[in-house]
């Protein structure tokens, strides 16, 4: 509740022309954003069902949206991010993990997320360049990085991103 407020409290700032509106997220330690275009709906975790004979390390299976059966991906794994990410975060952490329910070339897609943050615009001219140190799996998705809250989030490029998914999928 204190941080809606002090979020809502803060002065709105004025929008520069060329500006990119994007939602934020976490997947374990890593902080991303995509586009908020592609973003559809962002849902409470659910049962993942396991498709036979066609699951694999990304395609986790499908879910259930209001009777619709969507699949769901494991988006943390095409980026690098380390699987075990959950046993490492604090059982004090306040996140919640959800669901983002994006769509990709008209296709809906689901995939876990340990925190969804929100909505934020930034002027292309604000990101900056890719460390090194980055896993090459993030590297190669990614736009550029923006610092935001105090963190530094990955900009995923979503044409390249996207790409990779539907793949992952066939």
Not at 10 to 21: A, D, T, V
Not at 83 to 106: H, M, N, P, T, Y
């Amino acid at each position: 509740m204190q941080t809606w407020t002090k979020q809502l409290a803060e002065p709105q700032q004025e929008s520069m022309p060329g500006q990119i509106s994007l939602f934020i997220f976490r997947i374990g330690p890593e902080w991303f954003a995509l586009p908020t275009r592609q973003l559809v709906e962002v849902l409470e975790l659910c049962d993942v069902h396991s498709i036979p004979h066609r699951s694999n390390s990304i395609l986790l299976g499908l879910i259930n949206v209001r009777g619709e059966m969507q699949l769901c991906l494991s988006l943390g794994r095409l980026l690098g991010v380390d699987k075990d990410f959950r046993e490492a975060e604090s059982d004090e952490s306040r996140a919640v993990e959800r669901l983002l329910l994006i769509s990709v070339e008209g296709e809906a897609l689901a995939f876990h997320v340990s925190e969804a943050c929100g909505i934020h615009s930034y002027h292309p001219s604000e990101l900056s360049a890719l460390p090194s140190t980055l896993p090459e799996a993030t590297s190669v998705n990614s736009k550029g990085l923006l610092s935001w809250n105090g963190h530094h989030v990955a900009v995923l490029d979503e044409g390249v991103l996207f790409e990779k998914l539907l793949r992952s999928i066939q």
